[in-house]
């Protein structure tokens, strides 16, 4: 592995338990293999139940892995104990899709930024001075850290989620469909904090989306993902400008067009393609 390498993803496989006493288990993900450089993002691309959250929480240590290895800066990555999960913490992260249920509307900004830093050991002095720091960085005042989670919009709430994951300083943090529950204009917003971010931090994304129009913007390669295995991966101007798989081809189709003609035009395309995919 490359010292300029964050995450590599090798012949990963995942699988549950199947339902009943004598089922077999059920594979999600098989023979998956990713690369993440330092200071990039990867963006990874899927439908619903295409196993690009089981990939992410795979990373993250919470899906159970059968085959293969991810190593993090080399290092295979391990939940064991409790100081190897708090080793992790600190340098893995995640930004939930949904900006309202990830934080807790009980506690208040101060408390949700503080938590990740208290159970690593910092003082209150230091989580204080960190706090700020945070704030600052997503475009936040600094009075923000008296009010409650509740009390801010989506996109606000989202910011404070991505302070939340920088809070420790992680080398990766896997976004998970982190804008998909905002309206355009603030999803075009949060893109340009992360692109920020990055820039002047060095932070690795894993940017998981269903949409490769918006992975294509953030991204500097894609992986597309279909029924738990990587069909297609190149740099990410190649996948969406020249897609190879029909599968990658159809997510492109049905990505939305901001100009109503283009939109209708692409839609006409996708319903050709469709109806050619049927009959093939």
Request: proline share 5%.
């Amino acid at each position: 592995m490359s010292e300029s390498t964050t995450l590599d993803v090798s012949d990963l496989a995942v699988a549950y338990p199947g339902r009943g006493l004598r089922a077999k288990p059920i594979e999600v993900l098989h023979g998956v293999n990713l690369t993440i450089r330092a200071g990039e993002t990867h963006g990874l691309v899927g439908e619903s139940g295409s196993g690009k959250t089981t990939l992410g929480r795979a990373i993250l240590g919470l899906a159970p892995v059968t085959r293969g290895t991810i190593l993090l800066k080399g290092e295979p990555i391990r939940r064991k104990t409790v100081s190897d999960r708090r080793r992790l913490a600190s340098r893995v992260q995640v930004v939930f899709q949904d900006p309202y249920s990830s934080l807790n509307p009980a506690m208040t900004v101060e408390q949700l930024l503080t938590e990740p830093l208290r159970a690593q050991g910092g003082t209150r002095d230091a989580a204080s001075t960190r706090i700020h720091e945070l704030l600052d960085r997503v475009h936040l005042p600094a009075e923000s850290m008296r009010r409650y989670a509740y009390e801010f919009s989506g996109g606000q709430r989202q910011r404070l989620a991505i302070a939340r994951a920088l809070a420790l300083g992680p080398e990766l943090i896997v976004c998970d469909e982190p804008v998909s529950a905002l309206d355009l204009t603030t999803q075009a917003r949060i893109l340009e904090l992360l692109v920020e971010i990055q820039e002047d931090t060095g932070v690795s994304y894993l940017f998981i989306s269903h949409d490769l129009a918006v992975v294509r913007h953030v991204s500097h390669d894609i992986s597309v993902i279909y029924r738990g295995e990587i069909v297609e991966q190149d740099v990410a101007e190649r996948v969406t400008t020249e897609p190879e798989h029909p599968y990658t081809r159809k997510l492109w189709m049905s990505s939305p067009l901001p100009d109503p003609d283009e939109q209708a035009v692409r839609r006409a395309e996708r319903r050709r393609f469709l109806e050619l995919e049927a009959h093939a």
